[in-house]
């Protein structure tokens, strides 16, 4: 069969020919947060997800061992000892009786059935392998990923805490100024219900740090307590990655290289499924002994032995194995088509984030001149409202303006270090382990 072939661009469309080179390795240390590389480490080790994903490799590693056994001579020893009664005329008879025999078998690949098989079972173990070092990179990016959603959260939570005590002290003052009429009732009636409204989205909030704690501990193997300590200031990286070549992404991404040996694990079953069609020719020899008492056996007499050899081929089965080949090559047909469009939505994942990560820093750029501008709309209209100049209308349209650019400002932040997790997903991530799990721990505080 002729394997699938994928043209690839010479460049990304979304970037430029500087922004080609050498992924980083370290992609994630470049945040300079001790706490999340701890975070990392930890889940590597205690994950309960990673951990059965290691023993599914493990058993694809058994079955390379026992594949690779049907290559070899089979020895088999039997020994049994048996006692009868019989019941004659003349009475009754106890007999005893003790066997021993030895069995060697081997059947000769002679259309090599039997090295097709070790050799699916190897590229079968390779996919694993390939599979593992992917969902280690999933499970790094999630935490990665879950800890700026926390650190998000956090900072939110903090501007809203921020808002409901500046809200309270507006109160204060309109509720002093109401006292002296210097204003309406609707006034204060319209600070309450901001007041109210603030401190609910607190709690709200609250509520959002607290599953995003559960779901990190849950992460890192420990119990879903709710305490995972997080600061509430997002890091700003302004660094780029580095992209490779389009053409480099096959081979960077593990979860393409393993449908890869799966695909061409499949093209072996096909080969197999084809020479199951053939005669099978099997050696076997057999010798043993047989004696009235076990200890008896093996005393220096001459033993009975045998050799057998034998053809078996397939001449009438109701078209079984034509039709387990063809099955076996329409699986191949299948996981050829899964395989593009595995690889041409590796691409789109590329590009995609390439190009979300243009508009992102363009739109961070104007909320950052738009959240200066609110924040200083803010106090003015709130100075000119104590001077009588302008109706408390405005000031609640200057704050609500002010708290979506500071709001969007945070969520910007996020959503570019999310962008640049996921780009470096897409990407395939470095060719080393990222942490050896044998490494010692680091603290994680609560």
Same mark, same amino acid.
């Given at each position: 069969?002729?394997?699938?072939?994928?043209?690839?661009?010479?460049?990304?469309?979304?970037?430029?020919?500087?922004?080609?080179?050498?992924?980083?390795?370290?992609?994630?240390?470049?945040?300079?947060?001790?706490?999340?590389?701890?975070?990392?480490? /930890?889940? *590597?080790?205690?994950? #309960?997800?990673?951990? =059965? &994903?290691?023993?599914?490799?493990? @058993?694809?590693?058994? %079955?390379?061992?026992?594949?690779?056994?049907?290559?070899?001579?089979?020895?088999?020893?039997?020994?049994?000892?048996?006692?009868?009664?019989?019941?004659?005329?003349?009475?009754?008879?106890?007999?005893?009786?003790?066997?021993?025999?030895?069995?060697?078998?081997?059947?000769?690949?002679?259309?090599?059935?039997?090295?097709?098989?070790?050799?699916?079972?190897?590229?079968?173990?390779?996919?694993?392998?390939?599979?593992?070092?992917?969902?280690?990179?999933?499970?790094?990016?999630?935490?990665?990923?879950?800890?700026?959603?926390?650190?998000?959260? /956090?900072? *939110?939570?903090?501007? #809203?805490?921020?808002? =409901? &005590?500046?809200?309270?002290?507006? @109160?204060?003052?309109? %509720?002093?100024?109401?006292?002296?009429?210097?204003?309406?009732?609707?006034?204060?009636?319209?600070?309450?219900?901001?007041?109210?409204?603030?401190?609910?989205?607190?709690?709200?909030?609250?509520?959002?740090?607290?599953?995003?704690?559960?779901?990190?501990?849950?992460?890192?193997?420990?119990?879903?307590?709710?305490?995972?300590?997080?600061?509430?200031?997002?890091?700003?990286?302004?660094?780029?990655?580095?992209?490779?070549?389009?053409?480099?992404?096959?081979?960077?991404?593990?979860?393409?290289?393993?449908?890869?040996?799966?695909?061409?694990?499949?093209?072996?079953?096909?080969?197999?499924?084809?020479?199951?069609?053939?005669?099978?020719?099997? @050696?076997?020899?057999?010798?043993?002994?047989?004696?009235?008492?076990?200890?008896?056996?093996?005393?220096?007499?001459?033993?009975?032995?045998?050799?057998?050899?034998?053809?078996?081929?397939?001449?009438?089965?109701?078209?079984?194995?034509?039709?387990?080949?063809?099955?076996?090559?329409?699986?191949?047909?299948?996981?050829?088509?899964?395989?593009?469009?595995?690889?041409?939505?590796?691409?789109?994942?590329?590009?995609?984030?390439?190009?979300?990560?243009?508009?992102?820093?363009?739109?961070?750029?104007?909320?950052?001149?738009?959240?200066?501008?609110?924040?200083?709309?803010?106090?003015?209209?709130?100075?000119?409202?104590?001077?009588?100049?302008?109706?408390?209308?405005?000031?609640?349209?200057?704050?609500?303006?002010?708290?979506?650019?500071?709001?969007?400002?945070?969520?910007?932040?996020?959503?570019?270090?999310?962008?640049?997790?996921?780009?470096?997903?897409?990407?395939?991530?470095?060719?080393?382990?990222?942490?050896?799990?044998?490494?010692?721990?680091?603290?994680?505080?609560?």
């Amino acid at each position: 069969m002729s394997l699938v072939n994928v043209e690839t661009p010479k460049q990304w469309q979304g970037s430029n020919a500087k922004d080609n080179g050498p992924i980083l390795n370290d992609w994630f240390l470049a945040f300079n947060d001790n706490t999340l590389n701890a975070l990392i480490q /930890n889940a *590597l080790s205690n994950n #309960y997800d990673f951990k =059965a &994903n290691q023993f599914a490799m493990q @058993l694809a590693q058994q %079955q390379v061992v026992i594949s690779g056994a049907s290559l070899l001579p089979e020895l088999s020893l039997n020994a049994t000892q048996s006692r009868k009664k019989s019941v004659t005329e003349t009475g009754t008879k106890i007999s005893n009786s003790a066997d021993i025999s030895a069995k060697l078998s081997y059947e000769v690949d002679l259309w090599g059935k039997l090295s097709d098989e070790q050799r699916r079972a190897n590229l079968a173990l390779a996919s694993a392998k390939h599979k593992l070092k992917h969902q280690e990179l999933n499970l790094v990016a999630t935490v990665a990923r879950t800890w700026f959603d926390l650190v998000s959260a /956090n900072q *939110l939570l903090a501007l #809203y805490q921020q808002r =409901a &005590n500046n809200q309270t002290r507006n @109160l204060d003052i309109i %509720q002093s100024s109401y006292r002296l009429g210097l204003n309406q009732a609707l006034d204060v009636y319209l600070t309450q219900n901001n007041v109210n409204s603030e401190k609910a989205r607190v709690i709200d909030q609250q509520h959002q740090v607290q599953k995003l704690q559960r779901q990190l501990e849950l992460l890192i193997g420990e119990y879903p307590k709710g305490v995972l300590s997080a600061p509430n200031r997002l890091p700003l990286i302004t660094k780029d990655i580095a992209l490779s070549e389009p053409s480099q992404l096959l081979t960077q991404r593990f979860d393409i290289a393993s449908s890869w040996y799966d695909l061409l694990a499949s093209d072996a079953s096909l080969a197999i499924a084809h020479k199951k069609r053939f005669p099978s020719f099997t @050696l076997t020899a057999s010798t043993g002994d047989s004696a009235d008492k076990l200890s008896n056996l093996l005393d220096g007499n001459a033993l009975a032995w045998s050799l057998l050899g034998n053809i078996t081929a397939p001449i009438f089965n109701s078209g079984r194995l034509e039709a387990a080949e063809n099955q076996a090559e329409l699986t191949l047909r299948q996981k050829e088509q899964r395989y593009l469009e595995q690889v041409y939505q590796a691409f789109a994942d590329v590009e995609n984030a390439i190009g979300n990560r243009q508009a992102l820093k363009q739109r961070y750029q104007h909320f950052l001149q738009a959240k200066e501008n609110a924040e200083a709309a803010e106090k003015l209209a709130f100075d000119q409202y104590m001077k009588g100049l302008v109706s408390y209308t405005s000031v609640l349209e200057s704050q609500r303006r002010a708290f979506d650019a500071q709001t969007q400002l945070i969520q910007l932040t996020n959503q570019l270090l999310q962008n640049r997790i996921n780009l470096y997903v897409s990407l395939g991530g470095s060719n080393t382990p990222l942490f050896s799990t044998n490494q010692t721990q680091y603290e994680v505080k609560s």
